[in-house]
């Protein structure tokens, strides 16, 4: 018996060395995937390569790639040696439902399933498709759409008492904020929008086109709404910076004029909200498309069939992860706490001489 089962373990040790050695044969192709994956818990997308301290989206992702075979080992070290590129760098706790990754991978049969076989749950690859082999996920996307999840008390005026549950949010709050989000479209400087970036930097100014907040609904008793923003790109806070300003004036603990403020050269405090309702939604290449897209060889990178897919994976991993996460550790109602303390009418700048100076 003992030898009939070592027999076996052996011929299976075989059998993977085989198909081990078949994969190397494979020639290397360029592709992308589709992924789509529940942020919580990740210091967001990006590798840091010698950090295991931080889990990244990408850290499973290459463990995944290595153990299904689609790329040696030593391209998991180092990725530029697979011509790896993601097309956003979500931020920590951040989740996506059509997130895009470039790369050269050896085309094993029935792939998608492999990879997905050692990945976690909340981590899928929903599609694949092959693409021109300098095609580089993130200068070849002409926009990307992100959408923000939260709950419509966030909205409600600081002067009355809210019971968060109960809270609805009527017409005319969603109309003023609606008008609040239309300002942003077009292009401004965005300096004031994340850290480290000057007011006379050219990368500051980023084009936005379209901002609006969706219907109200209802989830577990708590009303819930969805922003939805289209850019050409984001730096890093920004949309969350974005949606921060507009619940402060709604709320009102700012002027409306600050807004107009922020895109001059002054430094403007604005609050950041959390980052827990954030979601990559899609990912745009129409330059691509209308280029490549038809040619006979390639194929568009449009993802209608995989929709049915994308829906199901939001309403199973990235809803219910936003919604339970509210409910249980109060991300929005414990920022919302932080805003009267917010000086929106003096600069920074005067803001950190009046604590060095206190009067």
């Not at 077009?186 to 000057?198: A, D, E, L």
């Not at 954030?278 to 280029?291: G, S």
Request: hydrophobic content about 35%.
């Amino acid at each position: 018996e003992e030898n009939g089962h070592l027999n076996k373990k052996l011929k299976s040790d075989a059998d993977e060395e085989d198909a081990e050695d078949q994969n190397k044969k494979l020639p290397k192709r360029k592709i992308v995937l589709l992924m789509a994956y529940s942020g919580k818990g990740y210091h967001g997308m990006q590798r840091n390569v010698g950090s295991s301290q931080f889990k990244t989206i990408e850290d499973d992702l290459v463990c995944a790639l290595v153990q299904s075979g689609c790329i040696p080992e030593n391209h998991g070290e180092d990725m530029k040696k697979m011509s790896f590129q993601r097309c956003a760098r979500t931020d920590k706790g951040v989740s996506a439902a059509g997130q895009i990754v470039s790369l050269k991978v050896r085309l094993i049969d029935d792939i998608l399933e492999k990879i997905n076989n050692h990945l976690p749950s909340h981590i899928r690859i929903l599609g694949l498709k092959r693409v021109t082999g300098g095609f580089n996920s993130k200068n070849k996307c002409d926009a990307r759409t992100y959408s923000y999840m939260l709950p419509t008390f966030a909205f409600a005026h600081k002067d009355h008492e809210v019971q968060e549950e109960l809270y609805r949010l009527d017409r005319e709050t969603l109309e003023r904020v609606n008008q609040l989000l239309a300002c942003y479209k077009g292009t401004h400087n965005f300096h004031n929008f994340t850290s480290q970036k000057g007011p006379r930097d050219p990368s500051a100014k980023r084009y936005i086109m379209e901002m609006y907040c969706g219907e109200p609904f209802v989830r577990e008793n708590m009303e819930f709404a969805v922003i939805q923003v289209k850019g050409q790109s984001f730096m890093m806070h920004q949309i969350r910076k974005m949606i921060g300003l507009v619940i402060a004036i709604v709320k009102g603990y700012a002027a409306e004029s600050i807004m107009e403020r922020s895109w001059g050269e002054e430094k403007v405090d604005v609050p950041k909200a959390p980052g827990l309702g954030l979601v990559l939604e899609k990912v745009h290449f129409e330059k691509y498309n209308r280029r490549f897209g038809n040619d006979g060889l390639h194929e568009p990178l449009e993802w209608t069939e995989e929709e049915e897919k994308i829906a199901v994976f939001k309403e199973q991993y990235i809803y219910p992860t936003i919604i339970n996460t509210e409910r249980e550790e109060k991300s929005m109602a414990s920022w919302l706490k932080t805003l009267p303390i917010h000086d929106f009418n003096s600069s920074a700048v005067e803001v950190q001489t009046n604590n060095k100076n206190p009067k």
